[in-house]
């Protein structure tokens, strides 16, 4: 196939000079021609792909003509991703039409790209239009997919919803094993038992405390103890003596 080509359509002629309060937002159109379309595989998750500007922005749309993993069968998916800086909302829609401008199929929607860092953020339609009618709609062999896009400025009302990141329980599910007798496979004693008081000859008896814990944990944690630990098959007793219970915790 013929790398797709691009043409970037200025939509609007201005006539005389607008007042300055205009808030006119004018939809942006680039025409995207996937030429020799007949001849792609149409295989799941196997897209052809071409950069555009629109907006002043670098946007790549992804053409799947045998749709994505999540696509219905023998549907067509068409992906865009922003390339560019900086956040941006916008309307945006695709559409396709045959060589007689009959529209073949059109889809449109909001989206809201935050530009978050180390996230490609993408938009479009897992299933765009049918196989079989987008065939239809070749021009000469090519398939002509029509982008419009136009800026949304944010206010109160059109405020992108707030992003869900969800928290992870890892952290709080490892606490939750600290002296867990159940799920422990090293067994600590700490405590001699009895020690020589300062400045006298005289004994006197020290809490022996036991502690239930985990040899993955204490791999990253504490080294020296996994290692006295690691030898054992089933559950592993270490007796600590120079440390006292209140100190080890």
């Not at 939809?27 to 998750?45: S, Y």
């Not at 928290?167 to 094993?177: A, D, Q, S, Y």
């Amino acid at each position: 196939m013929n790398e797709p080509s691009c043409k970037r359509i200025v939509p609007v002629v201005a006539v005389g000079t607008p007042p300055t309060d205009y808030k006119y937002n004018a939809w942006e159109c680039a025409e995207v021609h996937f030429h020799g379309f007949g001849r792609l595989p149409c295989l799941t998750n196997y897209p052809v792909s071409t950069e555009f500007t629109c907006l002043g922005r670098h946007w790549l749309l992804h053409l799947y003509p045998g749709g994505d993993a999540e696509s219905d069968p023998e549907n067509v998916a068409l992906i865009f991703v922003h390339r560019s800086d900086g956040p941006i909302v916008l309307d945006y829609s695709f559409s396709v039409r045959n060589s007689h401008g009959r529209q073949i199929a059109y889809w449109k929607e909001r989206a809201y790209f935050s530009n978050a860092p180390g996230v490609e953020e993408s938009w479009g339609q897992k299933n765009f239009a049918e196989l079989e009618d987008i065939m239809e709609g070749l021009i000469d062999g090519a398939l002509v997919v029509e982008v419009q896009m136009r800026k949304i400025e944010l206010t109160g009302t059109n405020v992108p919803p707030s992003q869900f990141i969800p928290e992870n329980p890892l952290c709080k599910n490892v606490l939750k094993r600290f002296m867990d007798e159940e799920s422990a496979d090293v067994l600590i004693e700490v405590g001699s038992g009895s020690t020589l008081g300062e400045g006298t000859n005289k004994k006197s008896k020290t809490t022996l405390a036991t502690f239930y814990a985990h040899h993955f944990i204490l791999q990253d944690c504490a080294p020296a103890l996994a290692e006295l630990a690691k030898s054992a098959k089933n559950m592993t007793s270490i007796r600590i003596t120079d440390a006292k219970p209140d100190i080890f915790r």
